[in-house]
């Protein structure tokens, strides 16, 4: 499977059809996703007044796509309604994150 920004971008919408519904996240159409070769998984930035996804172009299936998606997302929605400082995997990522897991029926850990 070949990731581009569009394909970040659908994945983006379905999970906010299906799973943030109650979150109010920005359109997909006001997220930017870049596809880069990155050390990590994933990356969620607010950069210059913009929300920017970034996802490893290494990325080989459609379900490690949308655990990357749904765990910046997560990032996103918290960095949305609060200021966020500290550790960014804190009790409420891990709540919201369960959430979502539990929506998914993905397995416990995998956002």
Same mark, same amino acid.
């Given at each position: 499977?070949?990731?581009?920004? =569009?394909?970040? &971008? ?6 906010c =059809?299906?799973?943030f519904?109650?979150? &109010? ?81 993905w ?5």
């Amino acid at each position: 499977m070949k990731v581009t920004a =569009a394909v970040c &971008r659908a994945a983006y919408e379905f999970l906010c =059809a299906v799973s943030f519904t109650g979150a &109010r996240l920005p359109s997909a159409r006001r997220v930017e996703f870049l596809v880069r070769p990155l050390k990590h998984h994933g990356y969620y930035g607010y950069c210059e007044g913009r929300h920017v996804i970034w996802v490893n172009a290494k990325t080989r299936t459609l379900d490690q796509l949308f655990k990357i998606i749904a765990h910046e997302m997560c990032h996103l929605a918290l960095r949305q309604h609060s200021a966020r400082v500290g550790d960014w995997h804190d009790a409420q990522f891990k709540a919201l994150a369960a959430t979502i897991e539990h929506d998914m029926q993905w397995p416990r850990g995998s956002v």
